[in-house]
């Protein structure tokens, strides 16, 4: 819960100064402020003059489930692990999340916080996601992504 609290409190604009400030202190980045506030609040300079002030690529910390730990997700991971051999295919990847996500205590700590229900994710999975190369992983079908896939793990 505690976990949570900072979470919202690093989202909300009146803290972005501060945190930047914490954050870039030698003991955490090492970073000066003016390097870390304006990606805080969405300040994005594309480096060919252009730049946009306060635009919706902000860190997120909360907003748009940031901090859930959705079980697709991680399938996704794990899957991952399967396409470069650290994992066998035959390995029940959804038994593996199942045992190791606890998304159940995220939403009981966000219930004890009192977190509206707007702020928790009707469901453990964001469904179907399609990457900036056009893959689509499917969680209900890992095995199809792999498939889908020309770069696979090298045998030697």
Not at 119 to 147: C, H, Q
Request: hydrophobic share 35%.
């Amino acid at each position: 819960m505690a976990v949570m609290e900072a979470q919202q409190w690093c989202e909300k604009s009146e803290n972005k100064q501060e945190l930047a400030e914490i954050v870039g202190k030698r003991q955490w980045f090492n970073v000066p402020v003016p390097d870390i506030i304006g990606r805080l609040k969405g300040d994005v300079n594309y480096g060919n003059g252009r730049i946009e002030k306060s635009t919706k690529q902000y860190m997120k910390f909360w907003s748009e489930h940031a901090s859930y730990p959705f079980k697709s997700h991680d399938l996704w991971f794990v899957t991952e692990d399967v396409r470069w051999g650290k994992f066998e295919p035959t390995t029940d990847t959804k038994a593996l999340v199942d045992k190791v996500n606890r998304e159940d205590l995220w939403r009981t700590a966000a219930k004890e916080l009192s977190v509206p229900a707007s702020d928790i994710p009707a469901s453990p999975s964001r469904g179907k996601e399609t990457f900036f190369d056009g893959k689509v992983f499917d969680p209900a079908n890992p095995a199809a992504y792999l498939k889908s896939l020309s770069i696979k793990r090298v045998e030697v």
